[in-house]
């Protein structure tokens, strides 16, 4: 299973992939640097990928997936509500490739601010 470092200025996460598509073209991309984007409790930046949507996207997920926004071509990563959300669920804007999980707690993406520089590699 590969892993991703997502780093910014005074954190990082580490995730934990699936084997899909769209990991296959974010890995062969790797690594990436972009400017962050928030949005309620998720935050997002574009990698300039062109991923079709896979039979299992989902739109609401649980705290810490990983998800590729195909319309955005931008990774997701949302850690609470967003302004879509129904009471305490992690909901995107339109469904998402679900590409993993990030390790341990995810709500360390909330000292990610909006136009901060995002690294994203593989471990």
């Known amino acids: ?15 934990n992939l699936r084997d899909t598509p769209t990991v ?23 990698l ?6 896979e039979p299992d996207a989902q739109q609401v997920v649980d705290p810490g ?3 590729f926004w195909v319309e955005g071509s931008s990774l997701a990563l949302p850690f609470g509500p967003t302004p879509v959300s129904k ?9 998402c490739n679900v590409l993993g999980k990030i390790e341990g707690d995810p709500r360390k ?11 994203v590699e593989l471990l």
């Open 1 to 15: 299973m590969a892993q991703l470092r997502i780093a910014w200025a005074g954190g990082e996460v580490i995730a």
């Open 48 to 53: 300039q990928l062109k991923a079709a949507l």
């Open 109 to 119: 993406l909330k000292s990610v601010r909006d136009g901060a520089k995002i690294r």
């Open 24 to 46: 296959k073209q974010l890995l062969a991309a790797l690594p990436r640097e972009a400017r962050v984007n928030t949005w309620g409790e998720e935050v997002y930046f574009e």
């Open 65 to 67: 997936t990983v998800c």
């Open 87 to 95: 009471g305490d669920e992690c909901r995107l804007v339109t469904k």
